[in-house]
């Protein structure tokens, strides 16, 4: 699998890439990967990172709770704001 999502990204070329769910993001490939500056929203801290192209672009990443295990969208919107606004 991690070959496979790095050919995706260098193909398709997203500048983001929002992971949804705690265990796919614990799954995602560590190949190509720079960890980032966490996102702090209410005290609490979201991981984020970048996986580097082939053509030397980043890609930001970062993953925000499955809707299955409880989803405050107020919440995460401030998350999801600072992630794409920085």
Known sequence: MPTEVCEALDKYQPEYVVVCGKRLW?????????????????????ATGAYLLNNGRRVKTMAVNHPSVGYSWDYWYRVLEKFFLH
Request: overall charge negative; hydrophobic content about 25%.
């Open 26 to 46: 614990d799954k995602m490939p560590g190949e190509r990967w720079q960890d980032g500056e966490p996102i702090v929203v209410d005290g609490c801290s979201t």
